[in-house]
């Protein structure tokens, strides 16, 4: 180029003027060109500027270095040889020992090449040309992003590829490769006359990600192929094909797309396959018939104020899903909503479908539409507390009230203020109305089925107040802070003659835990409300350390001085005197963390409820485990206890090793539903993982049975880019 050959040759006459010069930088502010060498000589005969001893050459963004170079300004070129080093302005870099290159150093030929890319992989070759400022082409070359043996370098790295001519583009950032063999510690294992993967600042490409092979109990043995799409670079697509012995070919596919003001993620697949008719006479099966799932979600920002969105979950039929691996859902709900903020106020627009996945389900409710609007004021400002308006409409179709429709209207207005004494007291005010009226469509009484169906319009007013005070009491000390919180609440409520009256879509189980257990009103929904007059207390104690660390006990209880019929028998709320319940929480760094929540029975202090969640360790053994009790009473009406312990493991055992093992099982039945193992093997070029499934649990046409399935991936070599929530496994 003009430019370069120009700077050259002010270099030239400069030292033509100087004669040798010994460690000399010389820079020209005019020119983007700079020659620092230790010794420069101009040769005014062959007209040859030759720089030896540390030179250093930079052309713009290019940097060349070496042991001595030689300038030929007739012909414009520069020749280096001795430690070659060349800077490209893309952060690779090129080590030779000896180079013949352009005067802006963006063409030429190199011998006894080596390229270092900017994630330290690397490509070797015996020799190799320079086009166009950007193409590099070498012979006989080896690429890996394999660190060498530090004990043995002569030794082959884990994997390589070895090419006949190797190409690397930096402006299109590819590689390609002509005859090429991957090598597994030197011994080739596959061959193609043609590869081609991205330069490793390419954070995604279209082609083929790592595929996964494995055997289960429902799908047989089974391979799955990803086919990665990059769209644009604000959308893109994955197409899985999984081919199976026993449930014949899926394909899975998945959309994103980033919007300026949303986002979209649809996902779906296909299958052909037969399945059970009568799940009662498990031989009798379907023809091949065509099944498949779409999940869609979706949300915009309209303005500053407003976003709309929705949720699109649909299966073709019942264990599809679970069959193939999709998801472990029981549920899929659907939602569409617009919703609005406004400061500490909130509107919304929704409707709700679902479909349960469960053996004997009922219908679900559809929900069509649900209003809502909540205003809320700034704290302090109605008579110095913070005032609430309240108001919604809901419509169910189809539901578990076992009527045909149920409209719900509900208007509440709440006050709440917080007194803080002098002494530390801390009051809690609390006052609402709520009026709501129901209109009901073919509503069947469940205590008298054969009851007519009933139509008709009914309303309730329900006002309510509470008083809640808690008196912290701290002591402090160097480390440590200990804190010990008695709490007590007055609640009263109207009491209501026609509950009866009103269908319970909304509060069919209630859960009564610590974490409610001062709430104005304890049932989930609104469809049922706490009526009378009641006193809770509760004591909170805790110890926390400074520099990290707590430990902490809750118990609490609740005295009713009616009884509460609404409430079904096992919940602990419908006596008098409510059940005990409490909550221990222990956290010691990563050491230990662990939350223990319980509820006793206050008659005979029974267990009702317990659930315990730990995890703690060290990298090289870490455990987590998940203990779940619920008495039958506390069930409803299930006929038997629920108890079952998950336990989980895992052990970053060396750099690269890493494993992981869970077990879930059935104390009740005394049952071992579910075993898992795998091990990973992931370094810095290679990754490799094995997994086994052992599931016993069976439902219809989903038979128990062992799965296993393998992944293998190659650094740059189709590595996938993050774990889809699409896929088999």
């Not at 005067?103 to 166009?132: H, K, P, Q, Y």
């Not at 799955?224 to 197409?239: F, G, K």
């Not at 009230?401 to 719900?408: D, E, H, K, N, P």
């Not at 107040?465 to 402090?476: D, K, S």
């Amino acid at each position: 180029m003009r430019a370069s050959s120009l700077s050259f040759g002010l270099l030239l006459a400069f030292a033509l003027s100087a004669g040798p010069l010994p460690a000399q930088e010389v820079e020209l502010t005019e020119e983007p060109a700079v020659l620092t060498a230790d010794e420069v000589v101009y040769d005014e005969t062959l007209n040859l500027v030759l720089a030896q001893g540390e030179v250093r050459v930079s052309q713009g963004q290019r940097l060349l270095r070496a042991d001595r170079v030689t300038y030929n300004q007739t012909d414009d070129i520069v020749t280096a040889s001795g430690n070659v080093v060349l800077v490209e302005p893309g952060g690779e870099v090129l080590f030779a020992e000896y180079a013949e290159l352009r005067g802006d150093l963006a063409d030429g030929f190199i011998r006894e090449v080596g390229l270092l890319l900017t994630d330290d992989s690397r490509l070797a070759a015996n020799a190799g040309v320079r086009r166009a400022g950007r193409i590099t082409q070498v012979e006989r070359a080896v690429y890996s992003p394999c660190d060498l043996c530090p004990e043995q370098p002569e030794r082959a790295p884990l994997w390589q590829l070895r090419a006949a001519e190797v190409t690397h583009d930096s402006e299109t950032l590819d590689i390609t490769y002509t005859d090429a063999f991957l090598d597994i510690y030197g011994i080739p294992i596959l061959y193609s006359p043609y590869l081609s993967h991205p330069d490793p600042r390419v954070e995604r490409r279209t082609g083929f990600l790592a595929p996964t092979v494995g055997s289960s109990g429902d799908l047989g043995p089974f391979v799955i192929v990803p086919y990665y799409i990059d769209i644009a670079p604000e959308q893109d697509a994955t197409v899985q094909l999984g081919l199976t012995r026993d449930a014949g070919a899926i394909l899975l596919g998945e959309y994103r797309r980033r919007f300026e003001t949303g986002i979209i993620d649809i996902e779906g697949s296909i299958n052909r396959s037969e399945r059970i008719v009568d799940f009662q006479e498990p031989s009798q099966r379907q023809e091949e018939k065509f099944r498949g799932h779409l999940f869609a979600d979706a949300r915009f920002d309209l303005n500053e104020h407003w976003r709309t969105g929705g949720t699109l979950n649909l299966v073709s039929d019942d264990t599809y899903l679970d069959i193939f691996n999709i998801s472990d859902a029981d549920v899929l709900r659907s939602r569409g909503y617009l919703e609005g903020f406004y400061g500490l106020s909130y509107a919304a627009a929704e409707f709700y479908g679902f479909r349960d996945l469960r053996q004997d389900s009922e219908e679900q409710a559809g929900i069509l539409p649900w209003l809502t609007g909540n205003y809320i004021t700034e704290p302090g400002a109605v008579f110095g507390g913070q005032g609430e308006i309240d108001a919604s409409l809901v419509n169910y179709t189809d539901n578990p009230a076992g009527s045909a429709q149920t409209v719900r209207l509900s208007v509440q207005g709440s006050w709440q203020r917080d007194l803080y004494s002098d002494s530390g007291l801390l009051t809690s005010l609390l006052a609402s109305l709520r009026g709501d009226v129901f209109w009901v469509d073919d509503l069947i009484d469940p205590v008298d089925p054969e009851r007519p169906q009933r139509n008709e319009t009914t309303s309730r007013l329900y006002p309510l107040a509470q008083v809640t005070a808690r008196y912290p009491l701290v002591r402090q000390s160097e480390h440590w802070r200990q804190l010990i919180e008695p709490i007590a609440s007055v609640t009263a409520a109207a009491s209501l003659d026609d509950a009866d009256d009103i269908p319970n879509n909304d509060s069919l189980a209630p859960e009564f835990d610590a974490s409610n257990l001062f709430e104005a009103d304890r049932f989930p929904g609104r469809d049922r409300v706490e009526e009378g007059v009641r006193l809770t207390y509760g004591l909170r104690t805790g110890l926390f350390r400074r520099a990290g660390g707590a430990a902490s006990l809750f118990l609490g209880q609740s005295y009713r001085f009616d009884e509460e019929e609404s409430f079904p028998d096992g919940s602990g709320l419908r006596d008098n005197l409510s059940d005990v319940v409490g909550r221990i929480t222990l956290q010691a760094g990563q050491y230990l963390d662990l939350d223990y929540r319980f509820r006793y029975d206050v008659e005979d202090l029974a267990s009702r409820r317990h659930e315990v969640r730990a995890s703690g360790g060290v990298p090289i053994f870490r455990v987590a485990t998940t203990y779940t009790f619920l008495d039958e009473a506390a069930r409803f009406e299930e006929p038997e206890d629920l108890e079952e312990i998950v336990v989980a493991a895992s052990s970053q055992l060396t750099d690269y090793w890493s494993t992981r093992a869970s077990i879930r099982r059935d104390l009740a039945d005394e049952e071992t539903r579910q075993i898992s193992f795998g091990v990973v093997y992931s370094d810095e070029c290679f990754t490799v993982s094995a997994n086994f499934l052992r599931d016993r649990t069976e439902d219809r046409d989903r038979e128990d049975g062992n799965t296993i399935f393998f992944t293998v991936a190659f650094r740059n070599l189709g590595e996938p880019l993050r774990l889809g929530s699409s896929g088999l496994f």
